[in-house]
């Protein structure tokens, strides 16, 4: 499969707890994306690396979040001391720089109770 | 903040009937695409089209884009029962890949 790839597709963690998901985009991809999507709305952008430069960071990316792309392939997105409001869809999608069309992955669904 | 609203909230229909579907959004964009998204999983994407042109087609489906009104549209024609699913528009303005969603049009077709 060459698609996106996400890593767990479910995670269940209680609250405080630190989780890490992982994200392998299409291979010849620059551009890695990560979204975050809550039940009944549409997914919301969260940041973005292009190679291993992290270029852009949401608003809703506090600082309990972190992501990384160490040697511009896969990413990894850590969220520490995890808390209900966190429960989502965590979606991440690559594209070439200059290409318009982004490619998703399945997602994690996070789930913290 | 979301860029878009959707317009359905939500449409069901027969086997063999057409959808439409809207989409409006608040500023000025380089392209608007659409994505279909089945039930908890990833999204698809299905058609882009720029801010200079007016109307797209695929396969069953067409996009038109109203810059003016900042709106778009997409029909699927002739529905199949495979095309339930969750629909976004998604515009971008500079960063090619990095999108906006609306909150989506949920399409049940019914056989």
């Known amino acids: 499969d060459t698609g996106v790839s996400q890593n767990p597709r479910h995670k269940i963690t209680k609250r405080g707890q630190n989780v890490t998901f992982r994200c392998d985009p299409i291979s010849e991809h620059n551009r890695l994306y990560w979204y975050r999507q809550t039940l009944g709305q549409g997914p919301e952008f969260l940041t973005y690396?292009?190679?291993?430069?992290?270029?852009?960071k949401s608003r809703l990316l506090s600082d309990r979040f972190s992501a990384e792309r160490p040697k511009g392939s896969f990413s990894t997105l850590e969220i520490q001391r995890t808390e209900q409001g966190d429960s989502a869809m965590y979606l991440c999608?690559?594209?070439?720089?200059?290409?318009?069309?982004?490619?998703f992955g399945q997602g994690t669904r996070l789930t913290v109770v | 903040s979301q860029q878009g609203e959707e317009d359905p909230q939500a449409l069901s229909i027969q086997e063999g009937e057409n959808a439409t579907m809207n989409c409006s959004y608040k500023t000025s964009i380089n392209n608007l695409q659409w994505y279909r998204q089945n039930s908890g999983r990833g999204l698809v994407h299905l058609i882009l089209?720029?801010?200079?042109?007016r109307e797209k087609h695929s396969g069953r489906l067409r996009v038109t884009l109203d810059t003016s009104k900042k709106s778009s549209s997409l029909l699927i024609t002739a529905s199949r029962a495979a095309d339930t699913a969750s629909y976004f528009c998604?515009?971008?303005?500079?960063?090619?890949?990095?999108?906006?969603f609306g909150a989506g049009t949920q399409v049940v077709v019914t056989p």
């Open positions: 089209i720029r801010s200079n042109e």
């Open positions: 999608a690559s594209s070439l720089v200059g290409g318009p069309e982004a490619f």
């Open positions: 690396f292009q190679n291993e430069a992290q270029l852009e």
């Open positions: 998604a515009t971008s303005f500079d960063s090619w890949g990095k999108l906006q």
